[in-house]
């Protein structure tokens, strides 16, 4: 019994915390002016519905009395506030106690100003019941927005509208993320089989390709310590660390523009012409006019973002647009060269997305999710930025989340990369067995069907979700059972891909008797001399794909 009295202790204190808690909403406030000036606009209120209701009519006038703290009977008009909304301002009181000379004195609901973070207005039971009218904060900035728009003589309703479970965004959110997979997935897949099946050619230093970078096990461990440092560390620091990161997306993206762009540039009929000789750094190569000039025009891109980025009305559009040639950049380089590797990257980022977004809230002082505060912004930072590693895109509905907490909804970067990496293997090794892309289609439909399922988990709990929970377990088990049922599971789980475990033809010993062809590339082996050429019938059917299809390479190559 008395071993059990701490826990009855903690319980109890639990319950009375939870009670305790202060419930808020987000609504809006109404402006017009009285004199028929500029059109109405709204502004973002915090209240506590607890208090009362908010109202939905336009007849109450806003009055400014934020000259006085509405303390004491002594801070109340003389004829007081009959039928109006009275501009308190926050301080040297509690809410009940300004509320209750409000209500006194006739006033039809109650605008607290602070200068300081909006909380909600609380209370208890016993003050809840006594008090008839709304009250809700609103933010000294806006305060000063109003009466600088519309003057003195003003008009204000509060009322806060349903909020709908998804916006329309969310629509347009989706069509970019699966279509940025399943472009990059492509595109990745096709690149790499291209390069394993003819000789690179030397035809100019722009017409050369980037070499792919394979993840290693050791690889994966590093960027995933590497992606919990640098969020911590923009936690605790995001002021200082937030430009660091803008620069970085401005030089990445401007990159990324440029490898999606180029090939389209260089179908061009004009500006072939080089830069004549020199001794300039990457001049002395002496590319061609049209590239330079889509270099210029994707730095353009890149700074002019930067020095808009805050425009909430254009610059989201930018963002997208560097964003999604970022991750098509990102998905054209980096290589996953297994289904293991694939297997082994998503799981420990899934464990990574999980724990920043539901285990931190209980570590951290303020009780917030590290990941969402850092992908959000934090809402005490100085410097108001925000981080460009997110697709966004403004809600298209008019509510009090859109104008008061999250005018964007946002969807990392990593939740398209990290997917569409394994839909990039699947395209690869849908060529390598020719199966008519059925993985590359099947994983990309994966993806989609995670994305649906996220957004609808982000309308019933309302709040931030990681993407990956639910991402990764569609993708990998979709992946995974169509391998185990085409009975291709072994070969798919060890890829025995284009770079390193291409399988030896069951002509090479016959082919070791004779002198052995040279393997510099597919051109010189139609060019041996007529004594080389009579090892070749003894190649049997079953000729790896590569060499079966020369039609298929010259397509290739032009």
Not at 193 to 218: F, I, L, N, S, W
Not at 235 to 247: A, E, N, Q
Not at 514 to 523: L, M, R, T
Request: aromatic share 10%; glycine share 6%; net charge neutral.
């Amino acid at each position: 019994m008395t071993a059990a009295a701490p826990t009855v202790v903690w319980l109890r204190a639990a319950i009375l915390l939870f009670v305790a808690q202060v419930t808020c909403e987000y609504g809006m406030v109404r402006v017009v002016s009285e004199t028929g000036g500029p059109k109405g606009k709204d502004y973002c209120i915090l209240y506590n519905p607890q208090w009362a209701h908010l109202p939905h009519d336009l007849g109450k006038a806003l009055r400014d009395w934020t000259a006085s703290m509405l303390c004491s009977p002594s801070d109340l008009p003389a004829k007081g506030f009959s039928n109006q909304i009275p501009l308190v301002m926050r301080g040297n009181c509690t809410f009940y106690e300004k509320v209750r000379l409000a209500q006194g004195s006739g006033a039809r609901g109650l605008l607290i100003v602070s200068k300081e973070t909006l909380v909600p207005p609380g209370g208890n039971k016993t003050q809840y019941e006594e008090i008839g009218i709304p009250v809700a904060l609103l933010s000294h900035k806006d305060m000063v927005d109003i009466f600088k728009s519309f003057g003195r003589a003003v008009r204000a309703a509060l009322h806060a509208p349903n909020e709908p479970l998804l916006d329309y965004n969310m629509v347009v959110i989706f069509i970019m993320a699966v279509g940025t997979v399943a472009l990059g997935g492509y595109w990745a897949g096709s690149r790499d089989v291209r390069k394993y099946m003819k000789h690179k050619r030397d035809d100019g230093p722009e017409k050369q390709e980037d070499e792919a970078v394979d993840v290693t096990p050791v690889m994966t461990c590093v960027f995933v310590v590497m992606c919990c440092s640098m969020l911590v560390l923009l936690y605790y620091f995001y002021d200082h660390l937030v430009y660091v990161i803008i620069g970085i997306f401005c030089l990445a993206s401007s990159t990324g523009l440029y490898s999606c762009l180029s090939p389209l540039v260089q179908r061009l009929p004009f500006g072939k012409c080089r830069v004549p000789d020199n001794n300039l750094p990457y001049f002395h190569k002496r590319p061609q006019v049209r590239m330079l000039l889509l270099a210029l025009f994707c730095v353009a891109v890149s700074v002019v973002w930067g020095v808009f980025r805050n425009e909430d009305q254009w610059a989201w559009i930018l963002q997208d647009a560097l964003g999604i040639a970022f991750c098509l950049y990102m998905l054209k380089t980096i290589r996953l060269p297994t289904f293991k590797a694939c297997t082994l990257l998503l799981l420990v980022l899934f464990v990574y997305d999980v724990f920043f977004v539901f285990i931190t809230p209980f570590l951290t002082k303020s009780g917030n999710s590290i990941m969402v505060e850092v992908a959000t912004g934090p809402t005490d930072s100085a410097t108001h930025e925000k981080l460009p590693m997110v697709l966004k895109v403004p809600r298209l509905n008019t509510s009090p989340l859109a104008l008061c907490d999250r005018p964007f909804s946002l969807l990392g970067f990593g939740d398209i990369l990290v997917p569409g990496l394994l839909v990039a293997y699947c395209h690869r090794f849908d060529i390598q067995v020719q199966s008519s892309r059925i993985y590359f289609v099947a994983c990309t439909i994966a993806y989609g069907i995670g994305l649906l399922v996220t957004f609808m988990a982000l309308a019933l709990m309302q709040r931030g979700q990681p993407a990956l929970l639910y991402l990764v377990p569609c993708t990998l088990t979709t992946s995974g059972a169509l391998a185990l049922w085409r009975r291709e599971l072994g070969m798919f789980w060890t890829g025995s891909g284009f770079a390193k475990d291409i399988p030896q033809p069951s002509w090479a010993p016959a082919a070791a008797q004779g002198p052995q062809p040279p393997k510099e590339s597919e051109a010189t082996l139609s060019q041996q001399p007529p004594g080389e050429a009579q090892v070749m019938p003894a190649l049997p059917a079953e000729q790896p794909p590569e060499l079966t299809e020369p039609k298929d390479v010259a397509g290739v190559s032009t």
